[in-house]
């Protein structure tokens, strides 16, 4: 309300407009209250219907269902919508974290090309072209090393065919995390795009048939739980909470940007792998909590190490009480960022 009542004329001046963009949607219910609300300002502000645009991130399991519906009901306001994989990975253990049959690997192993991820964002680009509105790719999220050229080399590799597959599959554009990835998208996209178009919403993607059951392939071909991969969720959800209880919400971790989706992920990995018969590591160990307690040390003393001089003491036992919290207790927590709320300065 606060932006758009000191920026919605000012913005129309220059020429732009109100743009925003909506995470975490569940149902085609919130897409309308939202639409509802966007109504509601233009009208007291004075403004023409439909000048405030939003792109949807799609970043839940639930919502990859009714696609279709939440395009209906923002077609006012609808510039497009992203396809937000972190969010969507943790929707998916959030809410099948009981299921007997259902355990994820690494999650560096839950890539774009395993059957889930291929099957909602291909369904995400054929209901988006075929409603009209722009279908945005996932984040890059590389963060260039300014000391190794040998990991900026592979990693730009990995961009370009990541960026590659998004353009052949018919998506319009995509996120990256760091300007210096901008360059790479955008030799992607354009040369994807047909001549005299600055889209592919022509392209209807009729091919693509996605059943109900193809959104739900939780299988991971060759997906293993390792040690490293543990280690790395332990790192990742750590460093991640102390930055945020610091007042950073994305912050670079193993040259990647991270923010609060992949924190989620590494925090609700363990709790579900310590309670799932199947959370095991591929030598045999059953993850257990006291394995998790007994590696957190260990991983401390690297992040102490990296840091140097700028590692708080404080900040980081805070965020380690609470990640140790959130993994142990047996009640999930819906959020991580609801208990870290509270111990905001």
């Known amino acids: 309300g606060l932006y758009l009542f000191h920026n919605i004329k000012r913005t129309l001046e220059k020429g732009t407009?109100?743009?925003?963009?909506?995470?975490?949607?569940?149902?085609?219910?919130?897409?309308?209250?939202?639409?509802?609300?966007?109504?509601?300002?233009?009208?007291?502000?004075?403004?023409?219907?439909?000048?405030?645009?939003?792109?949807v991130l799609l970043e839940t399991i639930l919502a990859s269902f009714e696609i279709e519906e939440i395009l209906y009901e923002l077609r006012g306001h609808m510039a497009g919508i992203n396809a937000g994989r972190w969010d969507y990975m943790f929707s998916v253990i959030k809410k099948f974290r009981h299921m007997p049959d259902f355990i994820w690997p690494d999650r560096s192993q839950v890539t774009m090309t395993v059957p889930l991820m291929r099957a909602y964002t291909e369904l995400l680009v054929q209901t988006c072209h075929k409603r009209g509105a722009h279908a945005i790719g996932g984040m890059a999220a590389f963060i260039p090393s300014r000391r190794?050229?040998?990991?900026?080399?592979?990693?730009?590799?990995k961009v370009q065919q990541d960026k590659e597959r998004e353009a052949q599959d018919g998506f319009d554009g995509s996120w990256v995390a760091h300007p210096d990835l901008?360059?790479?998208?955008?030799?992607?996209?354009?040369?994807?795009?047909?001549?005299?178009?600055?889209?592919?919403?022509?392209?209807?993607?009729?091919?693509?048939?996605?059943?109900?059951?193809?959104?739900?392939?939780?299988?991971?071909?060759?997906?293993?739980?390792?040690?490293?991969?543990?280690?790395?969720?332990?790192?990742?959800?750590?460093?991640?909470?102390?930055?945020w209880l610091g007042g950073t919400g994305a912050v670079a971790?193993?040259?990647?940007?991270?923010?609060?989706?992949?924190?989620?992920?590494?925090?609700?990995?363990?709790?579900?792998w310590c309670r799932h018969p199947q959370g095991k590591l591929e030598d045999g160990r059953k993850i257990t909590n006291e394995l998790v307690l007994n590696i957190i040390p260990e991983e401390l003393a690297k992040i102490r190490e990296s840091y140097g001089g700028s590692y708080n003491e404080e900040k980081m036992k805070q965020a380690t009480d609470l990640f140790i919290s959130l993994v142990s207790e047996e009640a999930f927590e819906e959020f991580l960022t609801i208990r870290a709320y509270d111990q905001l300065d």
């Open 17 to 55: 407009g109100p743009y925003l963009y909506l995470p975490k949607l569940e149902n085609h219910l919130e897409a309308r209250l939202w639409d509802e609300v966007f109504a509601f300002a233009e009208n007291e502000l004075g403004v023409n219907y439909g000048t405030i645009k939003a792109t």
């Open 148 to 157: 190794d050229e040998e990991v900026n080399r592979v990693a730009m590799e």
């Open 182 to 243: 901008v360059p790479v998208c955008t030799e992607v996209f354009s040369k994807a795009f047909e001549e005299g178009h600055v889209n592919q919403k022509h392209r209807m993607r009729e091919d693509v048939q996605i059943s109900a059951e193809m959104l739900l392939e939780f299988q991971i071909p060759g997906g293993k739980i390792t040690e490293s991969g543990l280690r790395n969720n332990v790192s990742v959800g750590i460093q991640y909470i102390a930055a």
């Open 253 to 272: 971790i193993f040259n990647l940007m991270e923010d609060a989706a992949t924190a989620e992920i590494s925090r609700s990995q363990i709790w579900q």
